[in-house]
């Protein structure tokens, strides 16, 4: 991204898809952090100070957690290898990035009638000369972001590891639904059943709260298998309705605890970060809902 903007075309681009992202209240800078947070959420978050406006900030913010970032990806891949024939693979896989811009400009749509959200102000943007970027200036550009997403995901990411082992292996000797995790997992049933999420998985989400990096990860911990076992213990428990499901809430629901910071540090509120942790919420389980249930009874 740095040698594409150091190049003068990232510009360019946030004018050609003005006029389409105008019709969802906002503007061409936000297209550009929304295709930045296909790879990382938080530095597409960061990026949003230079729209001109804190209503459109503030509204970009809100929809750019629905982009399907990297750590997400090697979730959907590990779950759709394991419970999607490989000529679907791919197929469904390329759904969930749709399923992403929809969320996230239909989301931008509705909530640009909102007064806290809505801006007049014109888009004015002052296009550079095309140039060929340096290197140095791009590695020094790349590892500024880098170091600042370590410093963010670093803490989160160690703080994840260690909850998943205390939950998932207390009171001593237990084990699977009988630990402290387990028992999280069947608590929250009523709730994720109607969507066709298994108390394993759900404990695999409440991790992914922390960094969605981890969710692979704890389900080796949480099924007390390795990455192949646990491959062919969801391909026999999990079918490929509640697999797209369990994936399709996943892309939606509550972004990583280091994005959550961001949005806080960047909106400077907490009462806008509450809101879009429930928006994000709430918006899952209803699209994973109408889905599931919708699927089943036309007998999928």
Known sequence: ????????????????????????????????????????????????????????????MLVIPFSLCSAR??????????????????????????????????????????????SNEPFLLEIPPYRIPTIKQVLLRGWGEVREFIRRASRFIVIGCILVWVLTNLPAGAQGLDTFGGQLGVFLQPVMEPIGINPYLTLA?????????????????????????????????????????????????????TTIATVRTESKSWKFTVFSLALSLVYAWLISFIFYQGAKVLGF
């Open 205 to 257: 989400l409440i991790f992914g709260f922390i960094a969605k990096e981890i969710v692979i990860g704890s389900l080796s911990t949480i099924y007390a298998l390795s990455a192949s076992g646990v491959s062919q213990a969801i391909t026999m428990s999990v079918t490929s309705l509640e697999a797209y499901s369990f994936c399709l809430f996943c892309l939606l629901y509550t972004p990583c605890l």
């Open 73 to 118: 990806l090697a979730v959907f891949v590990f779950i759709i290898s394991a419970t999607f024939p490989n000529s679907q693979g791919a197929l469904v896989l390329f759904s969930f990035y749709v399923i992403s811009f929809i969320a996230a400009f239909s989301t931008a749509a509705i909530f640009s009638f909102s007064h806290q959200f809505k």
């Open 1 to 60: 991204m740095a040698a594409v903007e150091d190049s003068g075309y990232l510009a360019r681009a946030a004018f050609l898809m003005d006029a389409l992202m105008r019709r969802v209240g906002l503007d061409g800078r936000a297209f550009v952090m929304q295709m930045m947070g296909f790879g990382c959420n938080v530095p597409a978050l960061m990026g949003t100070r230079v729209m001109r406006t804190r209503a459109l900030r503030l509204l970009a």
